[in-house]
């Protein structure tokens, strides 16, 4: 063997080592990359996931107080019919119920609002 071929040999040995190594290199790079990168999306769904069961939560509690605003506002709107009946049978009272006993322009006439109570029939009789 002459020096031409054992220096071919070992720079052939070198440089195929070299590739190869600077191709593993090249290939755990690209794998810890594609972890990094799979950890990182995982570390996203699972964000976008209690994201979701967060608003599903306040859907609910918007649904719920949509409801009992409903509820309160029907309440609020009879209380204030109530009311308006009320304060219009007092200004009718005041303008128009004589509270004397022997007034002769009694209006309305005595016993017109008089509760009248039913006397309850016992069975046994």
Not at 27 to 56: C, M
């Amino acid at each position: 063997m002459d020096w031409g071929s054992i220096v071919s040999i070992i720079a052939t040995f070198i440089f195929s080592g070299g590739v190869i190594g600077w191709v593993t290199l090249r290939e755990k790079k690209r794998q810890e990359g594609e972890k990094t990168a799979q950890a990182h999306e995982q570390t996203r769904q699972e964000e976008v996931e209690t994201d979701i069961k967060k608003f599903e939560y306040l859907s609910k509690r918007v649904e719920f107080a949509e409801q009992h605003i409903v509820t309160l506002h029907k309440k609020m709107i009879g209380m204030q019919q109530m009311l308006n009946s009320l304060m219009y049978r007092v200004t009718f009272a005041e303008t128009h119920i004589c509270l004397k006993e022997d007034c002769p322009q009694r209006e309305p006439k005595k016993g017109t609002y008089k509760y009248k109570v039913e006397e309850k029939k016992d069975a046994d009789n």
